[in-house]
């Protein structure tokens, strides 16, 4: 089930990135008074009332603006509006009611979509009430008071926001269809491939990148079992503003790979592995879905016996947070390994649903310290007392030990090996969580 989308969309700094920092927890966006600072939507993951959701801040919508980055500032904030469940309007109690929040207003009016009305830099209800009922000329509901920067007003906000929160629809908890997410770069063959799983040309296919602009699902029978395929925008990296409306793609990915089972990263065998394939990757490693590479175009590149290894020496080291996915190489234009894809989603999926009985787990834990002593600060060591798996999708583990503090990062991607050397998991991330018990 993929989370509520929460989009705060409103005029150039008014606050949004201030706000949004804040429901983030961390300092994300970028915050500077120069109007339109914010260029790039910048998603995160949040919380209220144990309700996850997916917060997207965006550009500042200047609606009549000529200016290259400002109309696509507008684009942006567009595609954050279809997108999300939820709209949190901002606007600035100091600078009043302005011409262009009317316009904003019209704007969300249009989208049909549960709209709440922010009036933000409230320092000081008593002195800024009277300004604030100024708003309800906008005629969106009643406005809310805060003070993104001193944090006031903002829980009745959160309030009245999850009330719109979509109630889990009982039709899509009973689709139990495998989920695909194809995601990549624009032009590295994403519908192309879609195109050849499904025997029939139903995405559009074009040489300019970017041609795909919203996720498309697509439905392949497999052995008699369905697939969906959700093939997104693809993403490009951050270059001339000009050249880049795909990047507004990016918060399709995360809804896509949200909803996704195990997610398809394509990677354009004549280019390489990029920095960039690397921060998509992320999308689909921090939410720890399963995950191919696909490396596709292979006909096109000249090989040696060499070629495959050096491409996949390439992949592990850009790619190096998730040495766990698996590579496949192929051809979409040729259909060149492209029917083994079906039997590789299959073990991923099983690997991210794989559970490991607890006593087999502690065998392997306790045999993985006996050979590798535990870290110790000042005197103190390390005691691990007992490990579980606690949840699938990713497979998740919580540890007890007898102090947090000492176990590192290091030790603990040592326990992740031992336990993929007993179990496998290709394809899948492990999430381990630490917990401290009184112990002897």
């Known amino acids: 089930m ?11 700094n008014v606050g949004k990135s ?3 920092n804040v429901l983030a927890g961390e300092r994300i966006a970028i915050v500077k008074d120069t109007p339109g600072v914010t260029r790039d939507r910048i998603y995160a993951d949040a919380s209220w009332l144990d309700q996850n959701f ?44 302005v011409d262009a929040d009317d316009k904003v207003a019209d704007m969300l009016r249009r989208s049909k979509k549960p709209v709440i009305l922010v009036v933000n830099k409230v320092d000081n209800f008593e002195k800024y009430m009277p300004d604030v ?45 495998p989920k695909i997410a194809i995601i990549g770069k624009p032009n590295v063959g994403k519908s192309s491939l879609v195109n050849r799983l499904l025997g029939e040309n139903r995405v559009i296919v074009s040489d300019i990148a970017g041609t795909t602009r919203d996720a498309v699902d697509t439905v392949i029978s497999w052995h008699k079992e369905e697939y969906v395929f959700i093939d997104t925008a693809g993403l490009r990296r951050k270059s001339k503003v000009k050249e880049d409306l795909e990047r507004y793609s990016i918060i399709r990915a995360v809804t896509a790979v949200e909803r996704a089972d195990v997610t398809l990263l394509v990677i354009d065998a004549t280019e390489g592995v990029t920095e ?21 175009k292979w006909d096109a590149i000249d090989k040696d016996d060499k070629t495959m290894n050096q491409h996949t020496e390439r992949i592990r080291q850009i790619l190096s947070f998730m040495p766990y996915a698996e590579i496949m190489f ?18 991923v999926m099983e690997n991210n649903s794989m559970r490991i009985a607890t006593g087999v787990l502690n065998e392997i834990v306790t045999e993985a310290v006996a050979m590798q002593q535990p870290p110790s600060d000042k005197g103190k060591r390390l ?48 999430k381990f969580i630490i917990r401290e018990r009184k112990g002897d």
């Open 2 to 12: 993929s989370k509520p989308v929460v989009a705060v969309v409103g005029r150039p």
């Open 18 to 20: 201030t706000l949004f």
């Open 54 to 97: 997916t917060l997207i801040d965006t550009g500042g919508i200047e609606p009549d603006s000529k200016d290259i980055i400002l109309s696509q500032m507008r684009e942006q904030a567009q595609i954050a509006i279809d997108t999300a469940d939820v709209i949190l309007f901002l606007t600035d109690v100091r600078q009043g009611l």
């Open 133 to 177: 009922y100024e708003f309800y000329n906008l005629g969106i509901g009643e406005p809310f008071p805060v003070s993104a920067s001193s944090k006031l007003g903002i829980g009745d906000m959160l309030d009245e926001m999850v009330k719109y929160f979509p109630k889990q629809v009982a039709e899509e908890e009973e689709d139990t269809r």
């Open 276 to 296: 960039q394939d690397a921060k998509i990757a992320g999308i689909a490693h921090d939410r720890g879905k399963g995950i191919v590479i696909i490396v596709n």
């Open 330 to 347: 192929i051809s979409a234009k040729t259909g060149q390994r492209t029917g083994k894809i079906f039997e590789m989603i299959q073990m």
């Open 383 to 430: 005691k691990i007392y007992y490990t579980t798996q606690v949840a699938v999708k990713p497979p998740t583990f919580v540890i007890f030990v007898n102090d947090k503090n000492l176990m590192h990062f290091s030790y603990i991607r040592y326990l992740e090996n031992r336990i993929r050397d007993a179990f496998g998991f290709r394809g899948t991330s492990l």
